[in-house]
Nanobody, 122 residues
Framework: QVQLVESGGGLVQAGGSLRLSCAASGSIFSIDAIGWYRQAPGKQRELVGAIRRGTSPTYADSVKGRFTISRDNAKNTVYLQMNSLKPDDTGVYYC????????????????WGQGTQVTVSS
């Protein structure tokens, strides 16, 4: 099973940018789909977006137009580029192996890691 580790979080002012990385180790990066999720204090974990082999990434409405997911197979890494950050983007961000169903829904296939903290100040 491929292990995924998130990194790249930090503190940023509103309007700023961050790029998160989801690095795979232990196995070759042959996963069909990787999803990015986040969880803010007092809220449920929510889908940010996902990328599949051979298709365009999908995004939650709350981040559409501001976030971009990409994959670099040579580096075994999936990226989440976050621009025009808002305080509501604050939370712990996770990546996980997912499988799509019913359009833009995703089932989780892996276990949750520690994630990486993103804090956006106003």
């Amino acid at each position: 099973q491929v292990q995924l580790v998130e990194s790249g979080g930090g503190l940023v002012q509103a309007g700023g940018s961050l790029r998160l990385s989801c690095a795979a180790s232990g196995s070759i990066f042959s996963i069909d789909a990787i999803g990015w999720y986040r969880q803010a204090p007092g809220k449920q974990r929510e889908l940010v977006g996902a990328i599949r082999r051979g298709t365009s990434p999908t995004y939650a409405d709350s981040v559409k137009g501001r976030f971009t997911i990409s994959r670099d197979n040579a580096k075994n890494t999936v990226y989440l580029q976050m621009n025009s950050l808002k305080p509501d983007d604050t939370g712990v961000y996770y990546c996980n192996k997912v499988t799509p169903y019913g359009g833009t829904n995703y089932a989780i296939l892996g276990s949750w890691g520690q994630g990486t903290q993103v804090t956006v100040s106003s």
